[in-house]
């Protein structure tokens, strides 16, 4: 029969000695340190990872809403603000939003430029913005618009040029189904995106003055053909009367 296996006597190990317990606490410990300062290790990655992404979101809405000298974080900063929406609005025919979140710096400087002139884009928060138009009967209405972070439009009159630019501007960046144009206002009335597309669909005030002006200058011409034209049609009438008698 074969003999039992079993370990060599230099392999043998007590459970029970002395020596042995301590060595197994002393490791215990170790494996227990080490786990710990491995969870700090990641925790302390993880939150360096999340405040250097709070801090790029925070310097991000910074920008947006007027910069790192305070624009829209200090009291002068947001009676500034105020003041010059208030401005903005007393010079606009129609003031129009879309939504500002998920732009960059530099996409907004970009629509910004392609925008014509007398149209001022401006991302307000919806706290001074209800300020603003407080007491404005033409756009007091666009309180009911002030939800989300809000990219405004005050237009002084070019409504047909601003909303193309930012056609444009849409498709070139392909964000036309996230930032399309959303609500509007004009002589208090609440338009929605479509009711903002139809006005800016009408001639603005200078192709409406340049019809009337072709109008009127059409007016002497058409008269001088119509009075030329009397003697000839009178004379044909009076030949075939003429000729009928014979």
Same mark, same amino acid.
């Given at each position: 029969?074969?003999?039992?296996?079993?370990?060599?006597?230099?392999?043998?190990?007590?459970?029970?000695?002395?020596?042995?317990?301590?060595?197994?606490?002393?490791?215990?410990?170790?494996?227990?340190?080490?786990?710990?300062?491995?969870?700090?290790?990641?925790?302390?990655?993880?939150?360096?990872?999340?405040?250097?992404?709070?801090?790029?979101?925070?310097?991000?809405?910074?920008?947006?809403?007027?910069?790192?000298?305070?624009?829209?974080?200090?009291?002068?900063?947001?009676?500034?603000?105020?003041?010059?929406?208030?401005?903005?609005? +007393?010079?606009?025919?129609?003031?129009?939003?879309?939504?500002?979140?998920?732009?960059?710096?530099?996409?907004?400087?970009?629509?910004?430029?392609?925008?014509?002139?007398?149209?001022?884009?401006?991302?307000?928060?919806?706290?001074?913005?209800?300020?603003?138009?407080?007491?404005?009967?033409?756009?007091?209405?666009?309180?009911?618009?002030?939800?989300?972070?809000?990219?405004?439009?005050?237009?002084?009159?070019?409504?047909?040029?601003?909303?193309?630019?930012?056609?444009?501007?849409?498709?070139?960046?392909?964000?036309?189904?996230?930032?399309?144009?959303?609500?509007?206002?004009?002589?208090?009335?609440?338009?929605?995106?479509?009711?903002?597309?139809?006005?800016?669909?009408?001639?603005?005030?200078?192709?409406?003055?340049?019809?009337?002006?072709?109008?009127?200058?059409?007016?002497?011409?058409?008269?001088?053909?119509?009075?030329?034209?009397?003697?000839?049609?009178?004379?044909?009438?009076?030949?075939?009367?003429? +000729?009928?008698?014979?």
């Amino acid at each position: 029969s074969r003999r039992p296996f079993s370990l060599p006597r230099a392999l043998d190990i007590n459970t029970s000695s002395t020596s042995f317990k301590n060595n197994l606490h002393h490791a215990t410990q170790n494996t227990m340190k080490f786990g710990t300062l491995f969870l700090l290790a990641t925790t302390g990655s993880g939150a360096a990872f999340t405040f250097n992404t709070a801090a790029r979101s925070s310097r991000f809405s910074t920008e947006l809403y007027g910069g790192a000298k305070g624009g829209a974080t200090t009291l002068d900063g947001k009676q500034k603000t105020v003041e010059q929406v208030n401005e903005l609005l +007393e010079a606009s025919e129609m003031i129009f939003t879309m939504p500002a979140s998920g732009l960059t710096v530099k996409e907004v400087s970009g629509l910004r430029r392609s925008l014509p002139e007398g149209t001022t884009m401006k991302v307000v928060k919806n706290k001074l913005m209800a300020r603003a138009i407080e007491g404005n009967k033409n756009f007091e209405n666009a309180g009911s618009l002030l939800k989300g972070a809000n990219m405004w439009f005050f237009v002084e009159e070019d409504i047909g040029g601003s909303l193309k630019a930012i056609k444009g501007f849409l498709k070139e960046s392909q964000k036309g189904e996230t930032h399309p144009v959303s609500a509007g206002v004009i002589d208090g009335d609440v338009l929605d995106a479509n009711g903002v597309k139809r006005v800016g669909d009408l001639p603005s005030k200078l192709e409406l003055y340049a019809r009337i002006a072709g109008g009127i200058n059409a007016v002497p011409t058409k008269l001088a053909k119509a009075t030329n034209a009397v003697p000839s049609k009178l004379a044909r009438a009076i030949k075939l009367a003429a +000729e009928t008698k014979e």
